[in-house]
């Protein structure tokens, strides 16, 4: 008979296995000339997901790489952002903010007083996911995008507002940095979004 927890960490390091291999051979298409489209439909994502996920590009000020971040940040970021938001907490909302992002808590507020009154309290999230600036939500066909991936520059957290008589749209856009330089509240069927 089988350990169950000796199969849980073998499974683990399949898992990270993997993605160390998927990262190997998509660096080598890369070196055999493919381009970032070619990679990207391959692993049913656009080109700009498929370069945030796998790209290397060098900062232009130190030539260091840039380093991404893990998707799970963001989508903490995101639940936490619309918590703080429903909870009436400007301080932490607003200290979540890029200090250029052009938002102030009187219109954060304002908008969320007309969700409430439309959809009532919030009472949850949707499965939280994180995408390229621009595109929609993953499907649940797409494998790449239930995985813990990393992102590089500006992510978008997209989730599911649960709120007490219907859903919203929820979507963060989240810098390398970690602060939120835009949030925006949707009908869930909406298709066309600044980010």
Sequence with gaps: MSDPLADVANAQRA?????????????AARDAGLTWAQIGTTLNMTR??????????????????????????????TETLFRDIAAGDEAATMAALHPDADLSWDDIIAVWRHCVAEQGELEGFGETRVVAPGEGTPSEASEAWRQDVVMLGLSVGVTTLRQEAGELMGRVAVDSQ??????????????????
Excluded: C, N, W, Y
Excluded at 48 to 74: C, E, I
Excluded at 179 to 188: A, M, N
């Design 15 to 27: 898992v990270e296995h993997s993605q160390a291999q998927l990262h190997r051979t998509v660096d």
């Design 178 to 195: 970690g602060r939120v330089g835009g949030v925006l509240v949707l009908p869930v069927d909406a298709t066309e979004f600044p980010f």
């Design 48 to 77: 700009q997901a498929a370069f945030k996920r796998f790209g290397k590009p060098k900062d232009p000020t130190t030539g260091a790489t840039m380093q991404p971040q893990p998707t799970s940040t963001v989508k903490t970021i």
